[in-house]
């Protein structure tokens, strides 16, 4: 089979096959590395964001001790009325003047998000804020403030706000998990090694071998050894002996 170059300086997946096996050892330590400065990285640069959540339901109340399947569809379709209504600017402008007016809603807007469990009707708020304190207070603040406009828009004799898990205190901050950090350090050293071999690989014009001067038209005419330096010392005292001798 032959395995030459295909055409100008591209050259074929065998001969790139071969090359990155002979450097396959400086492509792994590339990984390695990469991992190593990813893991450090993270571990100084990522900035420090702490999580609280809640889970909350809304029923709307019944005459009937029986809850109908209807009323249990309407509760599930009125969660995205009810995330409206806790990102709306009336709720998060009463939150910051509650929590820390140095806030802002479109701040509050990026930092809360409300999640809705699949196929039920309870949701989750949850809040990534630059403390665990800070985001526990924005929860506690949002819901007690999405209680009063719910009230307020639908009377208490309507709906209830049940709160089945409250706000969370988590005093570790949210990370990339370690095994996520070194991939993505491991896959950025192969891409750059590789992407620095290839060039090396492209630019370089030595003649290798016959089939790079045959591209050009050339055709080998001998080779020349090099030689080592006590050889290249013998070959002058032989010379020098020769021209003695004569």
């Known amino acids: 089979m032959d395995y030459e170059i295909i055409e100008g300086n591209s050259i074929s997946f065998y001969e790139l096959f071969q090359y990155f096996k002979k450097w396959l050892w400086l492509i792994i330590a590339a990984m390695c590395l990469g991992a190593i400065l990813s893991l450090v990285g993270f571990h100084f640069l990522e900035d420090e964001e702490y999580q609280s959540s809640a889970q909350l339901i809304v029923n709307q109340k019944t005459a009937s001790e029986t809850i109908q399947y209807n009323e249990i569809q309407t509760n599930v379709s009125l969660i995205n009325t009810y995330r409206q209504i806790i990102l709306g600017k009336s709720v998060l402008e009463k939150v910051v003047a509650e929590v820390d007016p140095n806030l802002t809603v479109n701040q509050l807007q ?54 089945l898990s409250a706000p969370s205190y988590e005093p570790n901050k949210i990370a990339t998990s370690i095994s996520m950090r070194a991939i993505i350090g491991a896959i950025l050293g192969a891409m750059l090694t590789i992407g620095i071999l290839l060039l090396k690989e492209l630019l370089d014009t030595t003649v290798k071998d016959e089939s790079f001067l045959n591209q050009f038209g050339l055709v080998k005419l001998g080779e020349l050894d090099s030689l080592s330096e006590q050889e290249y010392l013998a070959a002058i005292l032989d010379s020098t002996a020769t021209k003695r001798g004569r």
């Open 110 to 163: 990026s930092a809360i998000t409300v999640k809705q469990t699949e196929n039920a009707q309870t949701f989750d708020i949850i809040a990534v804020m630059e403390s665990p304190e800070l985001a526990q207070s924005v929860i506690q603040s949002a819901i007690r403030n999405f209680e009063n406009t719910l009230t307020e828009i639908y009377d208490t004799d309507i709906l209830t706000v049940y709160v």
